[in-house]
Each structure stands twice: as structure tokens, then as C-alpha cells.
């Protein structure tokens, strides 16, 4: 069950029905500081209108700050997290952004977002 300080921080700061966050090192910082642990990374591609059609996501949201820009939702994703201490999730993050994903000659990430399940 998530505690009122990290439902505070998702009402306040997520754009979408996911947990995505434009700052989401923060979120993850007071989600393990609170006891709290992910399941799950679910990756956004955030890039531009023009920019989608060569995306590994597709749909998505809208950029609330910037009616240029959308997080199109990817098919990839890491599962059984539960396990790993937070530097283990930013290692995890950092090294999936700076290397970004692939399919084909065509379709690659921009700027990889993550979004989170939460464990039980």
C-alpha cells in the first residue's frame, strides 16, 4: 500500500494515469526512502510530433509543458525489480537512456523515460 507522502508526490507531479514523471530520479529517491520499492519499468520514448514516426514508442501522451513533444509508449519493459536496492534501479535507468533501443535501420528511442509499478 502506498504511504500518503509518496500518493502526495504522484498526485502532485505525474501528468498521466502512469507513473511517470518528468523528474522521476526524485520520485524514486523518496519512493526507497519511504520504504517503498518498484516491480517494474515500463520505457516512454519522449520526442517530438515529428519525430514519432520513426519512434520505437507510439501513442502516448502529450508533453503538458511543450505541444511539440509526446512520450509514446514502447513495448519494452523490465519486470522482477522487487529485489533491487535503488542505486541498482538508477544503474538500470542510466545505463537504458545512454544506450537507448533499436528496432531495425528505422525506429529508435530520443529521450527514454521511465514510468514504474510499484511493488505490494
Same mark, same amino acid.
Given at each position: 500500500?502506498?504511504?500518503?507522502?509518496?500518493?502526495?508526490?504522484?498526485?502532485?507531479?505525474?501528468?498521466?494515469? *502512469?507513473?511517470?514523471?518528468?523528474? #522521476? *530520479?526524485?520520485?524514486?529517491?523518496?519512493?526507497?526512502?519511504?520504504?517503498?520499492?518498484?516491480?517494474?519499468?515500463? #520505457? #516512454?520514448?519522449?520526442?517530438?510530433?515529428?519525430?514519432?514516426? *520513426?519512434?520505437?514508442?507510439?501513442?502516448?501522451?502529450?508533453?503538458?509543458?511543450?505541444?511539440?513533444?509526446?512520450?509514446?509508449?514502447?513495448?519494452?519493459?523490465?519486470?522482477?525489480?522487487?529485489?533491487?536496492?535503488?542505486?541498482?534501479?538508477?544503474?538500470?535507468?542510466?545505463?537504458?537512456?545512454?544506450?537507448?533501443?533499436?528496432?531495425?535501420?528505422?525506429?529508435?528511442?530520443?529521450?527514454?523515460?521511465?514510468?514504474?509499478?510499484?511493488?505490494?
Amino acid at each position: 500500500m502506498i504511504n500518503k507522502k509518496i500518493q502526495k508526490y504522484i498526485d502532485d507531479y505525474t501528468f498521466c494515469s *502512469e507513473h511517470l514523471f518528468k523528474d #522521476w *530520479e526524485s520520485f524514486l529517491n523518496l519512493l526507497y526512502a519511504e520504504g517503498g520499492r518498484v516491480s517494474s519499468i515500463l #520505457w #516512454w520514448d519522449h520526442c517530438t510530433k515529428k519525430q514519432l514516426k *520513426e519512434s520505437v514508442g507510439s501513442g502516448g501522451y502529450k508533453d503538458p509543458d511543450n505541444d511539440e513533444f509526446v512520450y509514446a509508449e514502447t513495448q519494452l519493459y523490465k519486470e522482477d525489480l522487487e529485489t533491487y536496492t535503488l542505486d541498482e534501479i538508477k544503474e538500470y535507468i542510466n545505463q537504458e537512456r545512454k544506450t537507448g533501443f533499436r528496432y531495425g535501420n528505422i525506429y529508435k528511442s530520443h529521450d527514454l523515460i521511465p514510468s514504474f509499478n510499484l511493488a505490494d
